[in-house]
Nanobody
Framework: EVQVVESGGGLVQAGGSLRLSCVAS????????IGWFRRAPGKEREAVSC????????VYGDSVKGRFTISGDFAKNTVYLQMNSLKPEDTSVYYC??????????????????WGQGTQVTVSS
């Protein structure tokens, strides 16, 4: 019943910005978390950010702190990832995922129950 759909990826020059969107349908009223992850070719999956529906608490991975901002419009079941000061190293497929648990943000992919198809972000130098 839960469906997660990402959008907003594209090609951008280093130093530029993109905003990704995640629409997650079929979610409960509360007690869930939405995470952003990324996986580049030949790389392990990396946690980017997470936001909790309970209190709006957010967590960022070390590699994106100060550059990326996660936000949520939970009434619309939509979460955004604003990506500024993009670097070529940010090039990856970005995935949105929903953890239908206690609403605690985990920077680990395993607790997340539902995943989107991914959206490609390419940062050129």
């Amino acid at each position: 019943e839960v469906q997660v759909v990402e959008s907003g990826g594209g090609l951008v020059q280093a130093g530029g910005s993109l905003r990704l969107s995640c629409v997650a349908s079929g979610l409960p009223l509360d007690d869930y978390a939405i995470g952003w992850f990324r996986r580049a070719p030949g790389k392990e999956r990396e946690a980017v950010s997470c936001i909790s529906s309970d209190d709006g608490a957010v967590v960022y991975g070390d590699s994106v702190k100060g550059r990326f901002t996660i936000s949520g419009d939970f009434a619309k079941n939509t979460v955004y990832l604003q990506m500024n000061s993009l670097k070529p190293e940010d090039t990856s497929v970005y995935y949105c995922a929903a953890d239908l648990g206690m609403g605690t943000c985990y920077m680990d992919a395993r607790p997340y129950d539902y995943w989107g198809q991914g959206t490609q972000v390419t940062v050129s130098s």
